[in-house]
Each structure stands twice: as C-alpha cells, then as structure tokens.
C-alpha cells in the first residue's frame, strides 16, 4: 500500500534538508526516483542528501554524464536521465552492473528509463507553490515508509 505525505519547502534550504534526512535514513539498495520540472529543486535535494552522507564537494546534475558516482562508504549513484533518449541505453551504461552493488540510486527525470529501472521505494515530486516549493512524496515499500517517516521527523515542513 501507498503512503502519501505532501511538505512545505518554504526555500532551499529546507530542500537540502529534506534531503538530508532521507540520506541519514537511507539504506543499501534504497531508490529514490525524483519528478519536477527543470529548476524545481531536485539535484538541491540530492545535493543535502549526499552531504548527510559526508559528501563535501560540489553537487551538479549529471545531465551530460547520466550517472554521477559517488564512494560514501557505500555505493550513490545520482543519474539524470533528462537526455536519455531511450530506456535501453541504461543497459549500455552498465545499470544491472550497478544494481549488483545494491547502491542507493538518486534517479532523475525516471520516466526515461521507464521499465528499465528498478522499482521505487519513495518517490519524490518537487513541484511550485508561489515562491516555495511543494515535496510529493509516496512510500512503496517499506523502505519508502521509513524515508518518508524520517522526513516527517525532520520537521522540513513549514
């Protein structure tokens, strides 16, 4: 069953602290698919979700590289698959080799790679709200319930 929250991002700063708490709450294996239009906050997200993680330097959407590693003591994966043109393209970027890892995968623009990703535990849409922002967020699985329990516990909303 679906659990559905909606937050407040009343800036970005609350963006990246969404972020932060799912990355502290967030398991091995874990997948967080990111919906929003361009600017609507998704690599600010993943940008507080890697730094709960240690990450300290710059976080940029691998909107030209599709998939940005990094090496936090386990595996993240943050693919942007804005420029995908095909959901079999993932296969010649090695994802089921990946997926071996049981990485974390931080997924924008999903819909690409429709049928060729894993399934979501939390799905994350961003969306404009005035001159804040709105999170969407639906828990899948049990995995998801925990995410959306930690962001809840945060208190990002405004």
Request: aromatic share 6%.
């Amino acid at each position: 069953m679906t659990e559905q929250r909606t937050l407040q991002l009343a800036d970005e700063a609350a963006t990246e602290g969404l972020g932060a708490a799912l990355g502290r709450a967030c398991h091995f294996g874990c997948q967080i698919h990111l919906h929003g239009q361009l600017g609507a906050g998704k690599t600010t997200l993943v940008r507080g979700f890697l730094r709960a993680l240690g990450h300290a330097g710059a976080v940029r959407s691998p909107t030209y590289t599709l998939i940005e590693p990094y090496d936090l003591g386990r595996p993240v994966y943050h693919l942007d698959l804005y420029r995908l043109s095909d959901p079999e393209e993932l296969e010649y970027l090695g994802l089921r080799d990946l997926q071996q890892e049981q990485p974390i995968l931080l997924v924008e623009w999903p819909d690409r790679g429709a049928g060729a990703l894993p399934a979501p535990d939390l799905v994350i849409e961003l969306v404009y709200a005035g001159r804040s922002r709105e999170a969407r967020l639906a828990a899948h699985t049990e995995e998801g319930r925990v995410l959306l329990a930690a962001a809840l516990a945060a208190g990002v909303t405004s």
